[in-house]
């Protein structure tokens, strides 16, 4: 159940750190709708703490409904979600927050904040908690993570949507979560940012995290995840190890092109390119 605290009358609670291998979260039967179409069908999936996992799949296949749905943020229509070991429903929106943390693909803000005060608001679900003594390091080293100490004073708006993705994601690691879902993280970075965001994934869930997080890029996928869930028309159609799943042939059955899937000559490591039909070059017309 977790360390007890007690302020005036109030319970409060820090959960107890999950055991590298075992899941915690649980999705069993999960179906999802939206408005008459299903978007989600009878998905059983664990998201295992110490890895990544990735969800990819075509748009509209159901990756952000699922991580909703993990995330509480979404009901689902039918089967269950377990936090742990109880289900999602039961257990209070704080001591949820105390234990899995979002980043969303949209990272709107109303007001004039800081970059450094957006990233101080992962530290809201823990005021009260002896975990609270320790929110200037947790800032600190989430910003130096996500390279966004040196903007920390500019106002949120102000910000490149790329360097906006940044604080949110150093929002979410402040939160100190068992669980980190990530819905598309390196969908607005650059090639260096997108690799150093997956990059911090890889540490957090080294360091006994579990990760979920929302691909479009087979690449990074096949090179940071542990495991990862194929998604096709709300069906889960593949869940392992990037090598065991990322076949081309099942990538160009979902995908409905084709792909090529190899090892690098240099690394090894496994890699995963779109097949391109070659275009004829056209000589430019001559200058009169």
């Not at 909703?68 to 927050?97: K, Y």
């Amino acid at each position: 159940m977790g360390v007890r605290r007690r302020i005036g009358a109030t319970r409060y609670d820090i959960p107890d750190t999950p055991e590298p291998g075992s899941s915690t979260l649980v999705a069993r039967g999960v179906f999802a709708r939206r408005g008459n179409a299903t978007v989600l069908s009878d998905v059983h999936l664990d998201v295992v703490a110490g890895e990544i996992l990735a969800l990819v799949g075509p748009n509209g296949a159901g990756k952000s409904t699922l991580l909703s749905v993990l995330a509480g943020d979404t009901a689902p229509s039918a089967g269950s979600v377990l936090l742990g070991d109880e289900p999602l429903p039961r257990i209070r929106t704080v001591d949820v927050a105390r234990r899995r943390a979002v980043l969303p693909q949209q990272h709107s803000v109303g007001f004039s904040f800081t970059a450094d005060q957006i990233v101080r608001m992962g530290r809201a679900p823990w005021v009260g908690t002896s975990a609270a003594h320790d929110d200037d390091a947790r800032v600190a080293a989430a910003m130096s993570a996500c390279d966004v100490a040196t903007f920390a004073h500019r106002p949120f708006a102000s910000l490149s949507g790329g360097e906006q993705a940044r604080v949110a994601l150093a929002r979410v690691i402040t939160q100190d979560t068992a669980t980190i879902m990530l819905d598309e993280p390196t969908a607005a970075l650059d090639l260096g940012h997108q690799e150093s965001v997956m990059a911090v994934a890889r540490s957090l869930a080294a360091a006994g995290r579990a990760v979920v997080v929302v691909l479009h890029d087979l690449g990074l996928a096949a090179a940071y995840a542990d495991r990862v869930a194929i998604l096709d028309s709300g069906l889960l159609v593949a869940v392992g190890p990037p090598r065991d799943v990322l076949t081309a042939a099942r990538l160009a059955r979902v995908y409905g092109h084709p792909v090529d899937v190899f090892d690098h000559p240099d690394t090894g490591e496994q890699l995963v390119v779109p097949r391109r039909v070659p275009y004829p070059v056209r000589n430019p017309p001559a200058p009169n």
